[in-house]
């Protein structure tokens, strides 16, 4: 059983910041993993927002590129999301992946970010 929690989600003014986290838990080799960062807004589909591979190469949409920087600490099964100079379309719900191969694909629950003066 693997878990994915995440945290540091919040209410947050136009151009501040925010810092979210998602710990793993249970069997899995978190080092092997690829991890992401998703989000869904209200009546739009999921979207990548940042992925970062085992080797520590990073990708991001295009939308995010230049503000969020997404990290891990395989030795505390942890990946970051930077998230800076936040705008109200940065408002959704964030959700963490772990995506190991066929048959381990894991998600979190999620974490609201809303951006708003």
């Known amino acids: 059983q693997v878990q994915l929690v995440e945290s540091g989600g919040g209410l947050v003014q136009p151009g501040g910041s925010l810092r979210l986290s998602c710990a793993a838990s249970?069997?899995?080799?978190?080092?092997?993993?690829?991890m992401g960062w998703y989000r869904q807004a209200p009546g739009k589909q999921r979207e990548l927002v940042a992925a970062?591979?085992?080797?520590?190469?990073?990708n991001y949409a295009d939308s995010v590129k230049g503000r969020f920087i997404i990290s891990r600490d395989n030795a505390k099964k942890t990946v970051y999301l930077q998230m800076n100079s936040l705008k109200p379309e940065d408002t959704a719900v964030y959700y963490c992946?772990?995506?190991?191969?066929?048959?381990?694909?894991?998600w979190g629950q999620g974490t609201q970010v809303t951006v708003s003066s």
């Open positions: 249970g069997s899995i080799f978190f080092s092997i993993y690829a």
């Open positions: 970062i591979t085992s080797g520590g190469s990073t």
């Open positions: 992946n772990a995506r190991g191969g066929p048959g381990h694909d894991f």
